[in-house]
């Protein structure tokens, strides 16, 4: 296992998300834009809870019915106008992801050339046929003499023959660079992203969810259709497509 590699590969993911995150939260998470919908954005959710407060209050006084109508119509004026500004702050850091997934594929370019054909780790098993697909992509026909060796010579031994427990007994426990690429995108990139990176405000954090609380994006669902209700009630219960 070339630890000096998994390093590398772990040092550029992590130095990438870093430097993406940071760049956003200059470019666009303090930009006098975005400060300015934020702020729309918490103006709208205090006008939207307190309304809901209000009308809860009024439904349960049977004298105040036709006042909690006119309440009730108030408050569906102002979750619309809640539900588009949070889909506008989601927008935002959809967008805010673009440009670093465009880095992200030039770095795996550029370091998929650099490792191309080179043996990054040693699996201590053999994965099934399906994952051996990505364990062993870009790796020419090895032997399992050729493996041996460099697994040995991973364990800081000097001569290739040497017989250690826990032989590799299959050419498949070699792992190339996209495996370890994979592996470490899933897990570095979260972790830096976590650390540094800027989180939508809650009522702003559901992603596609959210976007498709807009009101122009509900209307355009019916248009097709589809009923927006069923399709967040289908979401909460795990059985929607989103």
Request: net charge positive.
């Amino acid at each position: 296992m070339t630890v000096s590699a998994i390093g590398n590969i772990v040092f550029a993911i992590g130095l990438t998300e870093f430097l993406a995150c940071i760049i956003s939260r200059k470019v666009i998470f303090q930009s006098k834009s975005y400060t300015t919908l934020l702020e729309k954005f918490e103006r709208a959710k205090y006008r939207r809870d307190k309304t809901a407060a209000s009308l809860a209050i009024k439904q349960l006084n049977t004298k105040s019915q036709k006042s909690a109508e006119k309440e009730a119509k108030k408050l569906k004026h102002e979750q619309d106008e809640f539900g588009a500004l949070a889909a506008e702050v989601a927008r935002r850091h959809t967008m805010a992801n673009f440009y670093p997934s465009l880095a992200f594929i030039i770095l795996y370019k550029v370091l998929s050339a650099e490792y191309s054909g080179q043996i990054i780790a040693l699996l201590p098993f053999r994965p099934f046929n399906f994952l051996q697909k990505m364990t062993f992509r870009g790796l020419s026909a090895l032997s399992a003499k050729e493996v041996h060796a460099l697994w040995v010579q991973s364990k800081g031994e000097s001569d290739p023959t040497t017989i250690l427990s826990g032989d590799v007994s299959s050419t498949t426990q070699a792992c190339a660079f996209a495996f370890i690429y994979c592996l470490c995108s899933l897990s570095i990139k979260k972790m830096v992203n976590d650390m540094f990176g800027t989180k939508p405000p809650p009522g702003a954090d559901d992603g596609i969810g959210t976007l498709m609380e807009a009101p122009r994006h509900q209307q355009v669902m019916r248009n097709f259709g589809v009923d927006p209700d069923e399709l967040k009630v289908a979401r909460k219960k795990g059985l929607g497509l989103l």
